[in-house]
């Protein structure tokens, strides 16, 4: 049998989505909820954009801080490890 899957209505710029997965349910309205806010912050910042350009522009910026948050994860396990072997 295949495993449970929620199915989740969420409004991301203003358009319906059903997004499917095992996440908790408010989890998956809480992450739709911040990429609507960051389509509608980029929206007001550059006015003439289509959706499309917003929707690009919004996963660079989103994925250009996962990478920077990874890198100081990175840095913060050095540290520690670093620290545990002077013990």
Request: proline share 1%; hydrophobic share 30%.
């Amino acid at each position: 049998m295949g495993e449970f899957k929620n199915r989740i209505n969420v409004t991301i710029n203003d358009q319906h989505y059903t997004i499917v997965g095992e996440d908790n349910p408010e989890h998956i309205r809480y992450v739709a909820h911040l990429v609507d806010d960051r389509l509608k912050e980029l929206g007001r910042m550059s006015t003439g954009l289509d959706t499309t350009r917003k929707a690009i522009l919004t996963a660079v910026n989103i994925m250009h801080e996962k990478v920077q948050v990874e890198e100081e994860n990175y840095q913060l396990q050095q540290e520690i490890k670093k620290l545990k072997n002077q013990e």
